[in-house]
T-cell receptor, first 110, second 112 residues
Framework: DGGITQSPKYLFRKEGQNVTLSCEQNLNHDAMYWYRQDPGQGLRLIYYSQIVNDFQKGDIAEGYSVSREKKESFPLTVTSAQKNPTAFYLC?????????FGSGTRLTVV | KQEVTQIPAALSVPEGENLVLNCSFTDSAIYNLQWFRQDPGKGLTSLLLIQSSQREQTSGRLNASLDKSSGRSTLYIAASQPGDSATYLCAVMAGAGTALIFGKGTTLSVSS
């Protein structure tokens, strides 16, 4: 079955720690995206990539970093510079026919 | 800058009722518009996608319309069921391959 796999489902981060969220797709989609979802805020774009080895900042990129070394993979690192990282993170990929989303990672700072 | 607004923010209806969810966007130059469903703590499931050249799309009990000139879309749900309870998100794409811009969603509760 083709789809997007996000792992882990739940992640806990200590203050000052970097953590990496995984996103893998087997849909052969060129474009991939990371969104953050907070209660009452809707989805906000963090980073996106339209092709391997290229990516662009979204509206809230500060404190986050990404890489796109393979078409199938688009990991997101939440750095210690992100002061309020507790949120639900969603990865997506797309073609001109529409978007497909993963099941999300819930990140909590402890 | 494109902004997407969804009204109402929450809606409660009895089972069997027909209902309409509204979405408006500020810039009519869109490539397509997509409606999603999100269950609590889950990812997004695509419901309907309307290309900018289309007026509506239908899937089962769902019908989505698009009026680009007025910057509006509606999602019509016929004969609502308790299983329809979820948050419904509207999103627009400005150009081919660009990122979606989302509204904040309408949370629907259907009681039996």
């Amino acid at each position: 079955d083709g789809g997007i796999t996000q792992s882990p489902k739940y992640l806990f981060r200590k203050e000052g720690q970097n953590v990496t969220l995984s996103c893998e797709q087997n849909l052969n989609h060129d474009a991939m995206y990371w969104y953050r979802q907070d209660p009452g805020q809707g989805l906000r774009l963090i980073y996106y990539s339209q092709i391997v080895n290229d990516f662009q900042k979204g509206d809230i990129a500060e404190g986050y970093s990404v890489s796109r070394e393979k078409k199938e993979s688009f990991p997101l690192t939440v750095t210690s510079a992100q002061k309020n990282p507790t949120a639900f993170y969603l990865c997506a990929s797309s073609t001109l026919l529409g978007y497909t989303f993963g099941s999300g990672t819930r990140l909590t700072v402890v | 800058k494109q902004e997407v607004t969804q009204i109402p923010a929450a809606l409660s209806v009895p089972e069997g009722e027909n209902l309409v969810l509204n979405c408006s966007f500020t810039d009519s130059a869109i490539y397509n518009l997509q409606w999603f469903r999100q269950d609590p703590g889950k990812g997004l499931t695509s419901l309907l996608l309307i290309q900018s050249s289309q007026r509506e799309q239908t899937s089962g009990r769902l019908n989505a319309s698009l009026d680009k000139s007025s910057g509006r879309s509606t999602l019509y749900i016929a004969a609502s069921q308790p299983g329809d309870s979820a948050t419904y998100l509207c999103a627009v794409m400005a150009g081919a391959g660009t990122a979606l811009i989302f509204g904040k969603g309408t949370t629907l509760s259907v009681s039996s």
